[in-house]
């Protein structure tokens, strides 16, 4: 069972009398395990596709599953469990909490898991060592670097142990070294923990980096596989290898 | 959600929006503050009334007074008048009566005069007096001077000539042999024996409202000693009074020349002597009224003093005490207690606009909060909360800072209670059951007031917190 599995799903915006298309009849499957790029222009329904997936947007045609099960028919109670056992969400813009610590933010997802506080805190500590940043678990997000944000909020992604991780731009607010490393944490996590990444980006360098890529283009999905022997863990050294040739079809 | 998480999470985010919070807060800290000490007010005022002053589970039951009754008392004659024996029983039988105390009053004139060693001038009074059954106040009062009883078994009538011919602690009385008083009019004074016997002074009983009355406006206005219960205690020897029987300062009397000096000591204050007068054993009463007014009257009862066995009891208990014939005097009670809770409710009712008020402050505080937290919330979306785990989030940062409010309004109260009592105590003149505090604190009514803390805040919050959970994530996170 494919982990995400799109079939014809069409999303517009209604504002009144003016209908504006995003996504026209894309379709895809992701496995579990992959890592994935969804790379486009600004204004291509990339944030769009994403919030789709991650169930925060649930207003859409055709038909959207994730780990079998049609978004659009879950309840509020359903998609929010949903969204805390199987998805892990990061933002450009971190969204870190700035009153609490480094590890109480990476802590918060448990507490709308119902799951007990001492368990929540082991977990946090291990996953802040695990990012590279353990010794500022007690510090608060203002104190630390855009890239240690991001860190954490990977950390945050990762507590309740997701199938998925939806990555909005998280490189967007870095610097190409810091966000170069981000991604090489991504991929690590990919190889480690098996997790399936999915990094939505405006950056062309992604498409050296994920073995898979998805274009969006004037409304539909070109799904490009890129040769394995040609991906590369580094998104800083990405720059200098020349273009994969796309190994898969559009959708 | 846990309950811990849950908590968790609230207390970070009262901790960061302190003050914010705590300015809406002060609203309903006010407002709770003006309820408690509203409620706490009226609580002691009706516990003053209705336990003091005017005991609202008692009634006193007389007879029917309508018109055709006192016809048929016209026609028939005095023993229509008053309460017999068997009304007596009538009513004790009526359910909810715990006690059933029949009085009968002085029914003629007498005056009384003593005090001076006491309070360093003779007090003369008209007085007013009446009678009830000793065993009704035996366990009432502690280690009496006299006992409160008939005595007149006891003592030893000796004849005598002076005080000194009578044995230690009686007086040499005055007493007349032959038909009532009120039946000599004409008679000749010849037919009618007069002599002077050895006897016990008769046993009084005062009530707490006459030493307050005496302490409070006849006492200062005559430069008199302030008297209290320990006093009249200590002071029990100087207690003996001079009743002059058949004696007025309201004009002539009839039986003027057959009027004559009972000697009477003071024993104690019982809440079931007569208010403004002096209470005596029943028997005294009885034989008195026989001598001076006829047999008749000595037969019959006044009033029954009724006592229900709760307040809640007491109008069952006057609803039946009607229906079996009797009528109930003045109720007093039952006036001052609707004006106290008429004074309470318009009381309630301010510090209810003033938390309403600080309510809609509690809507327009979180309203912001949930502007302010707009990414937050998409964020908590984002992770996995629940639209009722946002509604619960902010609902229980509301329940808290009710209850803070509560507290603060409490102790706001109680703080203000004591700064009032200290004013009304120095500065208000001393006036009848004047309390030494004017703030009853019940358990019940600080238990409501954090309750009303808690509803109206989280009222107050709860269109802010259904907003804050139906925020779209998306638009949130943007």
């Given amino acids: ?9 069409t999303k517009t915006y209604r504002l009144g009398s003016l209908v504006t298309p995003v996504l026209e009849e894309v379709g895809f499957r992701i496995e579990e395990g992959e890592f994935c790029s969804i790379v486009g222009p600004s204004g291509s329904g990339k944030t769009t596709l994403l919030n789709l997936l991650g169930g925060l947007d649930r207003e859409y045609e055709g038909s959207l599953q994730i780990a079998g099960q049609e978004m659009r028919g879950l309840s509020d109670r359903q998609i929010s469990l949903l969204r805390s056992r199987t998805i892990g969400f990061i933002f450009q813009s971190f969204h870190l909490l700035e009153h609490l610590t480094c590890q109480e933010n990476v802590m918060l997802p448990f507490f709308f898991a119902g799951k007990p506080t001492e368990e929540a805190r082991r977990r946090a500590a291990t996953l802040l060592e695990r990012v590279g940043v353990g010794e500022k678990r007690g510090v608060r997000p203002t104190y630390i670097s855009g890239g240690q944000k991001q860190r954490v909020a990977i950390a945050r992604a990762l507590i ?18 810091t966000g170069a490393q981000i991604v090489a944490l991504f991929r690590e996590l990919n190889r480690d923990l098996g997790v399936t990444v999915l990094v939505v980006t405006h950056d062309e360098r992604m498409s050296r980096v994920a073995p898979r890529v998805l274009r969006l283009w004037d409304r539909k999905v070109e799904d490009t596989r890129t040769d394995p022997s040609r991906v590369v863990d580094d998104l800083a050294r990405a720059s200098s290898v020349p273009p994969a040739a796309g190994a898969g079809g559009a959708a | 959600m846990t309950l811990v998480g849950l908590s ?4 970070q985010n009262i901790w960061r929006n302190a003050t914010s919070l705590s300015i809406s807060a002060v609203g309903i800290a006010a407002g709770i503050a003006l309820f408690s000490l509203f409620l706490a007010l009226v609580e002691q005022v009706r516990n003053v009334v209705e336990g003091d002053i005017v005991p609202i589970d008692e009634v006193e039951v007389v007879p029917l007074s309508s018109d055709l009754q006192r016809m048929a008392s016209s026609i028939f004659g005095e023993d229509a008048f008053g309460l017999s024996d068997d009304d007596v029983a ?57 006992p409160f009883e008939d005595l007149r078994g006891r003592q030893s009538n000796r004849i005598c000539r002076y005080d000194t011919d009578c044995p230690r602690g009686e007086y040499c009385e005055v007493r007349y042999d032959g ?15 007069r002599f002077r016997a050895c006897a016990l002074p008769v046993p009084a009983l005062l009530s707490r409202y006459l030493l307050e009355f005496y302490n409070t406006v ?15 205690r200590a002071a029990e020897k100087e207690l003996q009074f001079t009743t002059r029987l058949g004696d007025s300062f309201m004009g002539p009397e009839a039986v003027g020349w057959r009027q004559r000096n009972v000697r009477m000591q003071f024993t104690g204050v019982s809440e079931k002597s007569m208010d403004l007068g002096v209470t005596y054993p029943i028997e005294y009463v009885r034989d008195w009224n026989v001598e001076y007014t006829g047999l008749k009257s000595g037969a019959r009862y006044s009033s029954v003093s009724v006592r229900a066995a709760s307040k809640e009891d007491i109008s069952d208990v006057i609803r039946l005490i009607r229906e079996a014939g009797f009528d109930i005097k003045s109720r007093i009670a039952e006036q001052v207690s609707s004006m106290v809770e008429v004074l309470g409710i318009i009381l309630l009712l301010i510090s209810l606009i003033v938390i309403t008020i600080a309510g809609f402050n509690i809507t327009h505080t979180f309203l912001m909060l949930v502007l302010e937290r707009r990414r937050e919330i998409g964020l908590f979306r984002a992770v996995g909360a629940t639209r009722a785990n946002i509604r619960n989030v902010f ?5 808290f800072i009710g209850l803070l409010a509560g507290v603060l309004g409490l102790l706001l109260a109680y703080v203000s209670s004591l700064v009032f009592d200290t004013m009304l105590i120095t500065l208000v003149p001393q006036f009848p059951y004047k309390p030494d505090t004017f703030f009853d604190f019940q358990p019940w009514i600080v238990a409501t007031a954090l309750g009303f803390a808690v509803v109206f805040t989280v009222v107050g919050a709860f269109v802010p917190a259904l907003r804050a959970a139906r925020l779209d994530p998306v638009r949130a996170l943007q």
């Fill in chain 2, 179 to 193: 038909p009532p008083a009120n039946q000599l009019v004409d008679a000749d004074p010849l037919t009618v024996r």
């Fill in chain 2, 90 to 146: 009538a009513i004790r039988r009526i359910p909810g009566v715990v006690d059933v105390l029949p009085r009968m009053n002085l029914n003629f004139s007498a005056v009384s005069f003593g005090g001076k060693a006491l309070v360093g001038s003779e007090i003369r009074v008209e007085l007013i007096a009446d009678g009830i059954p000793p065993e009704q106040v035996r366990d009432e009062l502690k280690d009496p001077p006299l």
């Fill in chain 2, 8 to 11: 968790r999470v609230v207390g």
């Fill in chain 2, 218 to 232: 006849f006492a200062p206005g005559h430069g008199y000693v302030q008297l209290n219960e320990g006093l009249l």
């Fill in chain 1, 1 to 9: 069972m494919a982990l995400i599995e799109i079939t014809k799903l």
């Fill in chain 2, 395 to 399: 609902l229980l940062e509301a329940g």
């Fill in chain 1, 160 to 177: 309740l142990s997701p199938k998925l991780l939806l990555c909005d731009e998280p490189t967007g607010n870095l610097d190409r070294e």
